[in-house]
């Protein structure tokens, strides 16, 4: 699945333009989403660290200000944990697995600035919605 998201994250390098001259964009992005909860680190199982990936689409409404759309799409954590059960007083290891995922979607205004020496940066607010999955 990795390879899948690398591909899809190189073709869009290979086709992209110059953002100034186009009326619409899209973009891609990919990370790592590290999860921490507050507790005891051997209770936790929610804590997971899991790759992220956003796509995301947008236009122009003025020459610096942009409006889009951005998905993250999260990729699941698990965390397995042993616990001894004495059945009968034979004592038994129970595995438990915890798997979270989280995902989310935005809508988004933004802000370009000029270019300076090849390099322009955008400044993006908006709500989301994120979903958060865990069995």
Known sequence: MKLVWGLVFLLFLLVATCAT???TFVQG???LEVRRFPGEPGNNVFDGTANMVTV????????HWTIGAELDL???S???RTTSVTISGVPRAM?????SRRRGASALIGYQTSRHR???M?????PSAPSWAST
């Open 21 to 23: 001259a186009q009326p």
């Open 95 to 99: 595995q438990t697995s915890y798997t």
């Open 118 to 120: 090849g390099v322009q």
């Open 122 to 126: 955008g400044y993006y607010v908006g």
């Open 78 to 80: 698990t965390v397995t």
């Open 29 to 31: 992005g990919f990370g």
């Open 74 to 76: 999260g990729a699941r």
């Open 56 to 63: 995301g689409g947008g236009g122009f409404i003025a020459r």
